[in-house]
């Protein structure tokens, strides 16, 4: 059970570039979520999916789309990568028998120069 | 919308001793969770202790315990007999009660210092 996985787990992008970040559970969860965090700001909500074919946006959408491919799967893509999207993404997931606690992948350090 | 308010950008303590870490939200929500994530160097977020609105009782697992003021709007992470261990960035995330989306604080980082 490796819970929830993100690759890669660094990567560094020149701005325009565009680029994909991985996401998957194998714990059955209906929900998954996208977070992006910035020194001094906490976690803040990018997009996430209540169920499987369906996303939705959170508290800082932009620059950002994203895919639930199916259910263990939740993409995270940057079209056009600008330097104000350096930051740790972290996926999330939930559900099954412990629908309070929210499970973090290890994260994925970006810096786009 | 809801906001999650940590005012201590840092704090210390010596190692064995009790350290306490502030938190008010502001919701019009009756149903709602309250959360502590605790985040070490290695990046993991770990989920600490959570709090159910509906509950009087304060929560406590082993060594951290909270002190929820539900009128106050203060959900307070206490951490007894504290150890090295323990020094990390902590969170504190609040989510409604139907919709699993967290709002989180800004974080506090603590040091232990031996």
């Known amino acids: 059970n490796a819970g929830v996985t993100q690759t890669p787990k660094f990567q560094v992008l020149k701005t325009g570039q565009s680029m994909t970040l991985q996401c998957a559970q194998d714990m059955n969860h209906n929900s998954m979520y996208w977070y992006r965090q910035d020194p001094g700001m906490g976690l803040r909500l990018i997009y996430y999916s209540a169920s499987e074919g369906t996303t939705d946006k959170g508290e800082v959408p932009n620059g950002y789309n994203v895919s639930r491919l199916n259910k263990r799967e939740f993409s995270l893509r940057l079209e056009s990568a600008a330097p104000s999207q350096t930051s740790v993404y972290f996926c999330?997931?939930?559900?099954?028998?412990?629908?309070?606690?929210?499970?973090f992948g290890p994260g994925t350090r970006l810096t786009v120069t | 919308a809801q906001t999650v308010t940590q005012s201590q950008p840092e704090m210390s303590v010596q190692e064995a001793e009790t350290v306490t870490l502030s938190c008010t939200y502001d919701?019009?929500?009756?149903?709602?969770?309250l959360f502590w994530y605790k985040q070490p160097p290695s990046r993991q977020m770990i989920l600490v202790i959570r709090q159910e609105a509906y509950k009087q009782q304060n929560a406590t697992e082993n060594r951290f315990s909270v002190n929820f003021q539900k009128a106050a709007k203060s959900f307070s992470l206490k951490i007894s007999d504290s150890q090295l261990g323990d020094a990390a960035m902590y969170f504190c995330?609040?989510?409604?009660?139907?919709?699993?989306?967290?709002?989180f604080g800004k974080g506090t980082l603590l040091t232990v210092n031996p």
């Open positions: 995330a609040y989510r409604r009660g139907s919709n699993y989306k967290l709002t």
């Open positions: 919701t019009s929500e009756s149903d709602y969770y």
């Open positions: 999330a997931s939930i559900g099954g028998q412990k629908p309070y606690e929210q499970y």
